[in-house]
């Protein structure tokens, strides 16, 4: 949150193993994340990102 009061412009970026609890919190933490600009991405068995907001 410092670095974020100290570079409005900046945006975070959370990477998770994809696990059905991750992505369910995710989705229930989704308005708060997008108000603080933190994305989250899923890595996938095969090594692969996915994420619905942040792309490379």
């Not at 994340?33 to 095969?46: C, L, Q, Y």
């Amino acid at each position: 949150m410092l670095l974020r009061d100290a570079n409005p412009n900046f945006e975070s970026l959370m990477v998770l193993p994809d696990y059905p609890r991750y992505r369910d919190l995710a989705l229930r933490t989704a308005d708060s994340r997008a108000a603080a600009a933190i994305h989250i991405a899923f890595v996938k068995p095969d090594g692969t990102l996915d994420s619905s907001t942040w792309a490379p």
